[in-house]
Nanobody, 123 residues
Framework: VQLQASGGGLVQAGGSLRLSCVGSGRTFSNTAGGWFRQAPGKEREFVAAISWSGGTTYYADSVKGRFTISRDNAKNTVYLQMNSLKPEDTAVYYC?????????????????WGQGTLVTVSS
């Protein structure tokens, strides 16, 4: 499975962006999907995850109520809709996929990673 993330950019605080992660490979629709982010000088942190069917989602407390993860398996794509963005959301956002998850939030549980897309939120 190969992943390609896109949709980042510069936005003002309070604005919105939608990130996309397109997967290649026949097994993509059988993987759980996740989004992580890494700000300068900080460790990579969990943002959101979704089961292979889309029936289960999980969010970090810092984004709950503002971000929505979804997927369209017919398009091999996982989305992250980000609303009410804050300057502290500024980071490189990475999408990831996992064949089997024991923990939503641990980066080590994910088998495949995209290249990252930069989100900058200005105050």
């Amino acid at each position: 499975v190969q992943l390609q993330a896109s949709g980042g950019g510069l936005v003002q605080a309070g604005g919105s962006l939608r990130l996309s992660c397109v997967g290649s490979g026949r097994t993509f629709s059988n993987t759980a999907g996740g989004w992580f982010r890494q700000a300068p000088g900080k460790e990579r942190e969990f943002v959101a995850a979704i089961s292979w069917s889309g029936g289960t989602t999980y969010y970090a407390d810092s984004v709950k109520g503002r971000f929505t993860i979804s997927r369209d398996n017919a398009k091999n794509t996982v989305y992250l809709q980000m609303n009410s963005l804050k300057p502290e959301d500024t980071a490189v956002y990475y999408c990831a996929a996992a064949a089997m998850l024991r923990s939503w939030v641990l980066p080590t549980e994910y088998d495949y990673w995209g290249q990252g897309t930069l989100v900058t939120v200005s105050s």
